[in-house]
């Protein structure tokens, strides 16, 4: 990924809670020379390794996970907070438009899982982890035995980390007052996040 030194993000702690926030990722990997790409929602573990672990798994339908080789690196893509800027905002508007986003990529290695508590233990813990984030009361004891079912139907994944890089563009290349221009203009409900990430930029 193309990152220039201004927009730069290395630290472990605002990467992984990137992730942690932004949750769906893209997992990219390479079979014959063919590209391949799946949309799972991922759980990370920094505590497991260094510098940590994405946790996922995949529908037994989907072939992908067949063509993984453990030995060759994949990608995960993690889109974070993103807005269109528009040059009216900067003090000097003989400029063009950009667009500020967040996002972290993730390489390392492919392990599968296939043991059926292993599994269990793992898709309990997404499902407690999002079930904490919306307004809900059901159980998961409702749906034992669904779950029953559905755990022979799906194969995890466990990718541990080797690296990470993060690109934060959030005008850090313009002056404060541009800076201060674009906050004070965007909406955050159609920017939700990219307001709170350039604040805290300017308290840096």
């Not at 990924?1 to 893209?26: A, C, V, W």
């Not at 194969?155 to 850090?172: C, H, S």
Request: net charge negative; with cysteine.
């Amino acid at each position: 990924m193309y990152i220039p030194s201004s927009f730069k993000e290395d630290n472990p702690d605002i990467l992984f809670d990137l992730i942690r926030t932004h949750s769906f990722g893209i997992l990219f990997s390479q079979h014959q020379e063919t590209p391949e790409a799946t949309h799972l929602p991922f759980m990370v573990d920094p505590d497991r390794g260094k510098p940590g672990v994405l946790i996922a798994h995949f529908a037994k339908a989907n072939k992908h996970w067949q063509k993984l080789d453990k030995s060759r690196e994949v990608l995960c893509v993690f889109q974070g907070p993103h807005s269109y800027i528009s040059p009216s905002w900067y003090k000097n508007r003989e400029t063009v438009p950009t667009w500020n986003y967040a996002t972290v990529h993730v390489y390392g290695k492919p392990r599968l899982i296939y043991d059926i508590e292993e599994l269990r233990t793992m898709v309990t813990r997404l499902t407690h982890l999002h079930e904490s984030t919306v307004e809900s009361d059901w159980s998961l004891k409702e749906g034992e035995k669904t779950m029953d079912t559905e755990l022979k139907a799906i194969v995890g994944l466990e990718i541990d980390i080797l690296r990470m890089e993060g690109k934060f563009k959030f005008n850090q290349n313009r002056p404060e007052e541009d800076q201060r221009g674009v906050i004070e203009n965007l909406n955050e409900e159609d920017a939700p996040g990219v307001k709170a990430i350039m604040k805290r930029n300017l308290k840096k």
